[in-house]
């Protein structure tokens, strides 16, 4: 639309308006609510809001500190899992998904596809030749099987990816996930998890790109339970580097830990007596971790 399109447009508007007065307030009140809708949007400790979520447990993660509550966040909810994605990092900082029954057949393997909600745009193009393999962080097999076609299609938009090492990728997380997806699921029955990068304060990005690269990544498992005091918890700090064939006992770790190295706060609709014994304890035996902790992985 050019120039004298969008005048002749304004006067007509104005026009309009003097002669007929009473329209006057009406476009008043539209002009408020492009206002309120477009500026006054709500935030979550510093995370712009785009679409309200509902597929989160005891609360939204609450970025605090450190160099995940730099720049500009936003929550962004796919069918099965919901996402706080770092426009200045060009990474999610949390992702969180229910592990529930197996309920669909797992289907071709999609094409990555950009997010054309994120501002980044980032393409699987970025991360050709750079050393980096496309780490879905809601993995593949899990929001395929549990939420059908079309959900799996969203776990490939590239804001559920993070750089990881091809051997951090194929070996240690992704024995992680196969055990999560099949034995702790008929183990344990429903779950979530909550995972996500760890970065230094000044991490790298992968070239001619304004993806950083994260140092770590974190996973934590929590069981719900009626009874609040019963709830039960398992966390994991994988470094990049991560040894292939080592045990997963080896990444066991407290939330607490994650919260420190992350700068998120999870849980926070939790009573604080009750978080604070849930955060600290390391309890890989109540998930059954060290029957499978050596299961070598498929790659």
Known sequence: MNQRMIKSIVLLVLSKLIKQPK????????????????????TVTGVTVTTASSTTYLGLPQIISGIASQGDSRILQNEG??????ETLANPLWVTYYVGEKRFNIGKRPRFTVDTRSESKISHGDYTRSGYTRGHLAPNYVIASRYGKEAQKEAFLMTNISPQTARLNQKSWQRLEEIVANDFSEWHGGFWVITGPIFNQSPQTLKKTKIAIPDAFYKILIKPNDNSSSIIALAFIFQQEAKAN??????????????????????????????????????????????????????
Do not use: C, H, M
């Open 23 to 42: 329209y006057f307030l009406l476009v008043l009140l539209v002009v408020i609510l492009w206002f309120l809708y477009n500026f006054l949007k709500p």
């Open 81 to 86: 899992y919901v996402l706080a994605y770092s």
């Open 246 to 299: 080592a045990s997963l006992l080896s990444f066991v770790t407290s939330i607490d830990e994650i919260e420190k190295q992350s700068g998120i706060d999870f849980f926070s609709e939790l009573e604080d007596p009750i978080e604070d014994v849930l955060e600290s304890k390391i309890t890989p035996k109540q998930w059954r971790l060290p029957e499978v902790a050596t299961r070598p992985s498929r790659y």
